[in-house]
């Protein structure tokens, strides 16, 4: 029964700090690479108007059709099939490996990204309240 089976990246209550070898020192504006958007475009598009609107999957999934191009009547299956295994999470994300920005997860999983210079970073950096994570580092130690 694999394919009945859901692996979420989502969190609760949690705080995706920046990489420890970040090379920023604040949240940054991923750059437009050609004609195509890359995926830590897409991802800021969609999180840095719309605060605690989306969850992870919901990002991550939209980024994987949109890049895709998957029709809208394949959403479903396709979305079945993407989640029976397992996907990198936010921790991987170029937005907090590359580009500064923290993710917090609401208790209901929804998201928001925070640049690594601001108030509000530190503040869920600061609360014992909040589970904290650090992405992924881009390079082995």
Same mark, same amino acid.
């Given at each position: 029964?694999?394919?009945?089976?859901?692996?979420?990246?989502?969190?609760?209550?949690?705080? #995706?700090?920046? @990489? *420890?070898? =970040?090379?920023?020192?604040?949240?940054?504006?991923?750059?437009?690479?050609?004609?195509?958007?890359?995926?830590?475009? &897409? $991802?800021? *598009?969609?999180?840095?108007?719309?605060?605690?609107?989306?969850?992870?999957?919901?990002?991550?999934?939209?980024?994987? @059709?949109?890049?895709?191009? #998957?029709?809208?009547?394949? #959403?479903?299956?396709?979305?079945?099939?993407?989640?029976? !295994?397992? $996907?990198?999470?936010?921790? @991987?994300?170029?937005?907090?490996?590359?580009?500064?920005?923290?993710?917090?997860?609401?208790?209901?999983?929804? #998201?928001?990204?925070?640049?690594?210079? =601001? *108030?509000?970073?530190? =503040?869920?950096?600061?609360?014992?309240?909040?589970? !904290?994570?650090? @992405? &992924?580092?881009?390079?082995?130690?």
């Amino acid at each position: 029964m694999a394919a009945d089976q859901f692996h979420s990246t989502n969190y609760c209550n949690t705080f #995706i700090e920046v @990489a *420890e070898d =970040t090379k920023v020192d604040c949240g940054t504006v991923p750059p437009q690479k050609g004609k195509e958007k890359t995926i830590a475009v &897409m $991802q800021y *598009e969609m999180l840095a108007d719309r605060p605690y609107q989306f969850t992870s999957d919901e990002v991550l999934f939209q980024v994987f @059709a949109d890049r895709k191009a #998957i029709q809208s009547s394949a #959403i479903e299956s396709e979305r079945k099939a993407f989640f029976s !295994k397992g $996907q990198p999470c936010f921790r @991987a994300s170029p937005l907090t490996k590359s580009f500064g920005f923290g993710v917090h997860a609401n208790d209901v999983g929804k #998201i928001a990204i925070y640049g690594m210079e =601001t *108030e509000t970073y530190r =503040t869920f950096v600061n609360d014992p309240k909040v589970k !904290k994570v650090k @992405a &992924m580092r881009s390079s082995k130690k």
